[in-house]
């Protein structure tokens, strides 16, 4: 297994959709185990950028590589790499175990540590109540154990601290940086600045399709700035000016 520095390099990523660039001439690395914030404004190219990363649509130009290696060239992805996009996709009459139980076997998870996962996102008593009477931050707990499955050493997610509640968001918060701190890696989108301002260790800052800011944190913020000042004073520079 490559141990390099960088789990994920893009470069010079262009999406266009029908002459719209989604995402244009971007470039960053992702390092491993850190904890890094891919913020940016609506329609910033955030998602885009993540969807081809994991090979569900095609660059128009430039490449996304983890571990020096497009996603569809990767052995067991899935074991490899755990995704969380779009709030998770259910089947609102199936159970919460159930829906694991059928990714499990894909990616090797048995019913001990499916039980274990079930219960490390908060989701026991709720395991085998159907998925649809479940609250949004409930589908974000089963979203997490899922893309915990494979017990993989790089988790993709988009908005997974959406619908959590103050305590759902501090275990969240607790358990990223677990999972870093074991040298594993996380990359996550999220708008709600306040929470990744506790939790993140780079910056990724999108808008308009360009990549605004990449590096620590530390770097982004201005003597006593908040994230969220921050992310004004970049992502609002410049409006206006253009067309
Ligand atoms: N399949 C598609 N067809 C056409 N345009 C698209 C498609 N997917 C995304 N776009 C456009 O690409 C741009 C970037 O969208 P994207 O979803 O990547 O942004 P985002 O940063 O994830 O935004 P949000 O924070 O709202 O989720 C937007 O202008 C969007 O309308």
Redesign the pocket.
Do not use: I, W
């Given at each position: 297994m490559e141990e390099g520095k960088h789990v994920i390099s893009v470069r010079d990523l262009t999406k266009e959709?029908?002459g719209?660039r989604?995402v244009d001439g971007v470039c960053f690395d992702v390092a491993r185990g850190r904890i890094t914030g891919f913020l940016?404004p609506?329609?910033?190219?955030?998602?885009?950028t993540l969807r081809m990363l994991l090979g569900l649509i095609r660059p128009t130009e430039g490449t996304a590589t983890l571990w020096g290696s497009p996603y569809r060239d990767l052995r067991a992805p899935a074991r490899r790499v755990g995704v969380g996009l779009d709030g998770g996709a259910f089947v609102g009459g199936r159970t919460g175990r159930d829906h694991l139980r059928c990714y499990a076997p894909a990616v090797g998870c048995g019913p001990e540590r499916m039980a274990r996962l079930l219960s490390d996102v908060g989701l026991d008593a709720a395991a085998d109540r159907p998925v649809a009477g479940y609250s949004t931050g409930m589908k974000q707990r089963l979203s997490l154990a899922a893309a915990l499955l494979g017990d993989p050493e790089l988790l993709i997610l988009d908005e997974p601290a959406n619908g959590l509640d103050p305590e759902g968001m501090l275990w969240l918060r607790q358990f990223l940086r677990a999972f870093a701190a074991s040298g594993r890696t996380v990359l996550l989108s999220s708008?709600l600045l306040g929470e990744m301002e506790q939790t993140i260790d780079d910056v990724l800052l999108?808008r308009q399709g360009r990549l605004l800011f990449g590096g620590p944190l530390s770097g982004l913020l201005e003597p006593d700035e908040r994230l969220e000042e921050a992310f004004m004073r970049l992502t609002r520079a410049g409006n206006g000016a253009e067309g």
């Open positions: 959709f029908r719209t989604a940016g609506n329609g910033a190219g955030k998602t885009t708008h999108m």
